[in-house]
């Protein structure tokens, strides 16, 4: 509400007036009858209209401020009279105030119906054309979460056949995601009508009503999709459908156009959604792997780093053995990983690797340059106090990484060191 008057563009003296302020003194029962403006066609002027709607406003933002719900629903009836106004420019910021108002207030107010919500909507809709697009999708997002699917299919259907002159083609990226969700919506109904996993078949016509609705869906995403932007829901429902009529190379085609496509802005999620296919359709080790290398150039402190490690040692080749310690140390230097048992077991997994094949100078090279900041972040001693007290197998994974590389003298040895002499007194 504060940089609300900012965002609309409201002049100062169209909200709040220190000589025209009225004292809040209760809520109506009654839309207050607001002053309409005589027809007049000289320069702009204020007139009693505008004062009472301006009071009318300030009553309604401060209400809205202080969460009085009803009160603000009770001016905001009175409000709406704007659109009466003459004076196209107030008419069409009257438009907005009043679709943004409305819904704020409607979904505060514990007995607005769906039936407020529509008829706001289609209200605001019919008279802010140049919003209408925006105003549409929200309505539909509104009509979806409450599972009302046929309906927003419907007041999809209206507004993708919606022209009005230079207002609609001011409007394309708002055209472009109605479009989108007019193949989500047919995609969902297609889910609805699907078949459940291991029960039988539905019968032909119900069979043939599910094709229909994925050629739908299957077209308009398609389409979709092939522009460059960040589609993942629509991209994860066409490959959800292509997945069930085992259509996997065309599946596979649209995943990797969707992660490798340079026209495309940079998704850390097309790479995890292809490499799920991947990994879903038992991929090749080096395709399971390259796919994660170009995640972890985007995102290393994703939790499929993890994963990467594993399928690195799988291989047992040295080459691989020493990227998967730099993606593991690079995991771990992120402060969400800091004190994740799995990292670090996962670490200590590959330091053993190494050992094992006597290629413990990858680990000293590789520690000579984190040192300082792994000392600083990971085994300072009021860290090891912190492992004793909450986590103790953390504090031994630790203790043998710092062992393997080299470090001596360091308090969290001696920490780790009262820890093993508190137990083994304990088992006496």
Known sequence: ?????????????????????????????????LHLPPKYKG???????????????KIIRDAMLHHRWQEAAEYFSSYTQTLEDTTVSRQTMACEIIWRLGTEILHHLPNATAVDFNALYNQTKNSGVRNYAKICLEHVFHLLLNGQFDEAKRQLSIAESWRYGKHSAAQPLETKFIRAYCGFLDYLIWCD?????????????????????????????????????IWDP?????????????????????LQNYAYNTDFPSNPNAHIYLYQFLKRHKAPQSKLISSLRILH????????MLELCVLLMQTWSEKHLEEALRVSMDLLEFSSWKFETKAWKCLLKIILNLKEKHCLEYLKKEWSVRRSLWLAMHFRAYIGRKDSVENVKLLKIK??????????????????????????????
Do not use: W
């Open 1 to 33: 509400m504060d940089d609300f008057e900012d965002e609309l563009n409201i002049p100062a003296a169209d909200v709040d007036s220190p000589e025209e302020e009225t004292p809040n003194q209760g809520r109506i029962k009654e839309p207050i009858h």
């Open 43 to 57: 320069p702009s002027r204020e007139t009693g209209f505008h004062k009472s709607t301006r009071n009318c406003l």
């Open 193 to 229: 009508k699907r078949p459940e996993s291991g029960l039988e078949a539905e019968d032909v016509s119900d069979n043939q009503e599910m094709h229909s609705y994925f050629r739908q869906a299957s077209v308009t995403l398609g389409e979709i999709i092939r522009q460059p932007g």
């Open 234 to 254: 629509f991209v994860l429902s066409y490959i959800t459908m292509l997945e069930f009529y085992n259509k996997e190379d065309q599946a596979l085609k649209v």
């Open 297 to 304: 150039s985007l995102v290393p402190s994703h939790e499929l």
């Open 399 to 428: 203790t043998q990484v710092l062992r393997l590389t080299g470090e001596g003298n360091i308090a969290y040895f001696g920490i780790s060191l009262k820890v093993r002499r508190r137990e083994q007194a304990d088992k006496a």
